[in-house]
């Protein structure tokens, strides 16, 4: 392999010929040979927004020459479009800042901002510290660049996919509304309900999942930016974080704001945390629905069976015929994931001592994962099962007549114990609540057959 010498304040040292990082990216990547786990890409593309933007913040303040913040400008947006992917190398588990990420992204930039430069003939050049880095540190860009992947993520990725479930299930609930069939507590019988009520619970609670995100996501569009090294703003124009908020803003189409205090904003990592937790109670809900649709269609001939879903591929090596609920399965091992993403997170998060947290890479990573995994299971599950849920009428039919809870239409009229006497003696008889009601002497026909009406108990009365 072909190498170019680079050096840093710690002396030179080679660096692959055909790569653009600089010297204090190949330490990072010779000192931390730990684990698989890459840098998010959204990390990367979050820097190169924040780097596009501090430049422009300093040239209008008179800082940086306005050549120089053509050439970061260019670089990033070269970064943006995912041209330089190969260019980032470095894991997550390095310092705890992610100070060597910073200077990865500010030393691509530089070399890809120099090459620019030289073609336009230019004898301006750049410098990762001193230009691509001005008026920033490690510690205020990294947890900024973690909360405009974040906020990215939530509302481009994770809520219109929230909202594609979100509107299938109310079909289903529509379509459903007048499917009488039996309700379920404790895994036992209960009261009857519709199969169009028992969607708008799982509807519901995507609604309500919906509107905790996008509510914890204004507190992560607080911006560290400006506060560098410990949130004193050392080395920083005063005007320089709002600057910065704007040009970010005017970019992505979101609203990011300074956040008023930096040294909260270095040390604390608690509107991730929030908003994390929001996520967390979306996979809660998630495993609940994803639990009930493969109870609801399980069989098919020796479980509940009240609800078909698509048959996508073979679910046995040895079984011919077997389909199971794989769409189900995923989706509830994504929120088992997310649970233990939410322990590392609020964990980590609070770890921050002094004037800084270090475990920001760990808590990028975790929540960028949820976002995606989240988002990911939800369009399939959508596409490969919840548009296809189906009622089985028959199964439906039979479970609701066969049910003793029908009795808890009888209270009004002969009181809780003599409908617990009813339902006890079918139970014991095998035989159907009418016929035991009439044999108790508790009822007539006519009048079990008037105050037993499964679709009228569906709601109040």
């Known amino acids: 392999m072909d190498y170019r010498v680079e050096k840093d304040t710690l002396g030179e040292i080679n660096v692959p010929a055909d790569k653009y990082w600089g010297a204090q990216t190949q330490r990072s990547k010779q000192n ?49 479009e995912g041209k330089l992917h190969d260019h980032f190398p470095l894991v997550v588990w390095q310092t705890g800042s992610g100070t060597q990420s910073n200077m990865n992204v500010n030393e691509v930039i530089a070399f890809v901002g120099n ?31 973690m909360h405009i ?11 219109p996919a929230l909202i594609t479930l979100k509107n299938t299930l109310k079909e289903k609930m529509n379509a459903f509304k007048d499917i009488v069939k039996i309700g379920r507590t404790h895994l036992q019988d209960a009261t009857p309900l519709t199969l169009g009520q028992e969607i708008s619970g799982w509807h519901s609670m995507l609604v309500k999942s919906e509107a905790m995100i996008k509510e914890s996501t204004q507190h992560v569009k607080e911006l560290a930016i400006g506060g560098t090294a410990v949130g004193t703003g050392l080395n920083a124009h005063p005007e320089f974080s709002e600057r910065v908020c704007k040009a970010i803003s005017d970019f992505t189409g979101k609203t990011f704001i300074s956040s008023a205090n930096k040294f909260h904003a270095l040390t604390s990592h608690d509107e991730t945390v929030y908003a994390h937790g929001a996520l967390k109670a979306l996979a809660a809900d998630l495993m609940k629905i994803a639990n009930d649709v493969r109870w609801l269609a399980s069989g098919p001939r020796c479980g509940i069976g009240e609800i078909t879903i698509p048959a996508n ?128 002497d508790l009822l007539t026909a006519e009048e079990f057959d008037q105050y037993v009406d499964p679709k009228e108990m569906t709601h109040p009365k």
């Not at 190169?48 to 947006?77: F, H, P, T, V």
Request: proline share 5%; with cysteine; glycine share 6%.
């Open 32 to 80: 931390f040979p730990i684990g698989n786990e890459k840098m998010p890409t959204e990390i990367i593309k979050a820097f190169a927004i924040l780097k596009q933007s501090a430049a422009k913040a300093n040239s209008e303040l008179g800082l940086l020459d306005n050549k120089k913040a053509e050439a970061i400008e260019y670089a990033a947006g070269q970064i943006i």
């Open 115 to 145: 090459k620019w430069l030289q073609e336009q003939g230019s004898d301006v050049v750049l410098h990762p510290n001193d230009d691509v880095n001005k008026s920033q540190s490690s510690n205020d860009t990294y947890p900024t660049a």
């Open 149 to 159: 992947a974040s906020v990215l993520e939530l509302e481009d990725t994770v809520v």
């Open 313 to 440: 591929e073979p679910g046995s090596s040895i079984m011919p015929g077997k389909v199971n609920p794989t769409q189900s399965e995923a989706v509830t091992m994504v929120a088992a994931q997310v649970m233990g993403n939410d322990a590392s997170i609020g964990f980590a998060a609070s770890q921050g001592n002094f004037e800084l947290n270090v475990f920001k890479p760990i808590i990028a990573y975790n929540f960028l994962q949820s976002c995606q995994l989240l988002a990911d299971s939800m369009l399939s599950f959508d596409e490969r099962c919840a548009q296809g849920i189906e009622p089985n009428h028959e199964q439906i039919e039979k479970n609701l007549n066969d049910s003793l809870m029908l009795v808890t239409a009888l209270n009004p009229h002969i009181g809780y114990e003599n409908a617990a006497k009813i339902a006890k003696q079918a139970f014991a008889d095998n035989a159907t609540l009418k016929e035991t009601a009439v044999k108790l």
